[in-house]
């Protein structure tokens, strides 16, 4: 028996066995990697990036928790500000705001919210008229925001300030007790919208289809076992090419060795 044949006997079915054992521990990684690899080539016409995730089960996996929420109640309606600066009227997204929302109260016939960093003025459907910031000679940081009597006024960790609209001036005050709006009750469901948004806003579905992908998902770990999933898809490569060699190799050599017979 020739030496190549050998080889033939006893490799053909150590390779099958690997190439087969192979196939199995890659399916599930190479299905995942395939189906996330096409989301990401079409991530332009999906719009992934601009797309955020608001399942709560994603979100915890991720460790994005539940924003912290401050709510006023003005008349009918609410302004809501949460941990990243984002202010809601009712459920609706009202405008970015520097700093944690400290005070809300009505004004004429709008309303004015007060962040650390700034001053919002809203006109009575909640929309933003105009932003007033320290560079208007706005006192910062604003920790309260009240009713001096008939004015509205505003106090800082050292003064308290009153707020002439008209001069756009911040007139210092003693000896007066200012009446602080209090952070009020948010209803459930406005709650729940503005967690849906607060929360997703942070995690695109790109950024997640591109963990999948990577395997960074699952930690250190899942990137090791997506780089030896690689590698077995290589050995699945290189071992279907030698099987099927091996198998044109020993064909030839029967076909040369079958007999012919003359018609």
Same mark, same amino acid.
């Given at each position: 028996?020739?030496?190549?044949?050998?080889?033939?006997?006893?490799?053909?079915?150590?390779?099958?066995?690997?190439?087969?054992?192979?196939?199995?521990?890659?399916?599930?990684?190479?299905?995942?990697?395939?189906?996330?690899?096409?989301?990401?080539?079409?991530?332009?016409?999906?719009?992934?990036?601009?797309?955020?995730?608001?399942?709560?089960?994603?979100?915890?996996?991720?460790?994005?928790?539940?924003?912290?929420?401050?709510?006023?109640?003005?008349?009918?309606?609410?302004?809501?500000?949460?941990?990243?600066?984002?202010?809601?009227?009712?459920?609706?997204?009202?405008?970015?705001?520097?700093?944690?929302?400290?005070?809300?109260?009505?004004?004429?016939?709008?309303?004015?919210?007060?962040?650390?960093?700034?001053?919002?003025?809203?006109?009575?459907?909640? =929309? /933003?008229?105009?932003?007033?910031?320290?560079?208007?000679?706005?006192?910062?940081?604003?920790?309260?925001?009240?009713?001096?009597?008939?004015?509205?006024? #505003?106090?800082?960790?050292?003064?308290?300030?009153? /707020?002439?609209?008209?001069?756009?001036?911040?007139?210092?005050? #003693?000896? #007066?007790?200012?009446?602080?709006?209090?952070?009020?009750?948010?209803?459930?469901?406005?709650?729940?919208?503005?967690?849906?948004?607060?929360?997703?806003?942070?995690?695109?579905?790109?950024?997640?289809?591109?963990?999948?992908?990577?395997?960074?998902?699952?930690?250190?770990?899942? #990137?090791?076992?997506?780089?030896?999933?690689?590698?077995?898809?290589?050995?699945?490569?290189?071992?279907?090419?030698?099987?099927?060699?091996?198998?044109?190799?020993?064909? =030839?050599?029967?076909?040369?060795?079958?007999?012919?017979?003359?018609?």
């Amino acid at each position: 028996m020739k030496p190549s044949f050998l080889r033939y006997k006893v490799l053909r079915p150590w390779l099958w066995r690997w190439h087969r054992r192979a196939g199995l521990a890659t399916a599930a990684i190479l299905l995942l990697v395939t189906v996330t690899g096409i989301f990401l080539n079409h991530t332009s016409e999906l719009s992934l990036s601009q797309k955020y995730v608001d399942q709560n089960w994603l979100l915890l996996f991720y460790g994005i928790p539940e924003p912290q929420l401050k709510t006023f109640t003005l008349g009918d309606s609410t302004i809501t500000g949460d941990d990243r600066g984002q202010l809601y009227w009712g459920a609706d997204t009202l405008a970015s705001c520097r700093g944690e929302l400290v005070g809300a109260a009505q004004h004429d016939t709008g309303f004015v919210a007060a962040c650390e960093q700034e001053l919002l003025f809203l006109d009575e459907r909640g =929309r /933003l008229l105009e932003k007033i910031s320290a560079t208007y000679g706005l006192p910062t940081p604003l920790k309260q925001l009240g009713k001096c009597g008939e004015q509205l006024c #505003v106090r800082t960790p050292k003064r308290l300030f009153e /707020l002439d609209f008209n001069a756009l001036s911040f007139k210092p005050l #003693v000896g #007066v007790r200012p009446v602080w709006s209090e952070p009020g009750l948010l209803p459930d469901m406005s709650r729940q919208a503005i967690y849906e948004h607060s929360r997703g806003q942070g995690l695109s579905w790109e950024r997640v289809m591109l963990d999948f992908h990577s395997g960074r998902i699952f930690g250190a770990a899942g #990137v090791w076992v997506v780089d030896v999933a690689a590698v077995l898809l290589l050995f699945l490569a290189l071992s279907g090419f030698v099987l099927w060699y091996q198998h044109m190799r020993v064909k =030839r050599v029967r076909n040369k060795a079958a007999p012919t017979h003359d018609k």
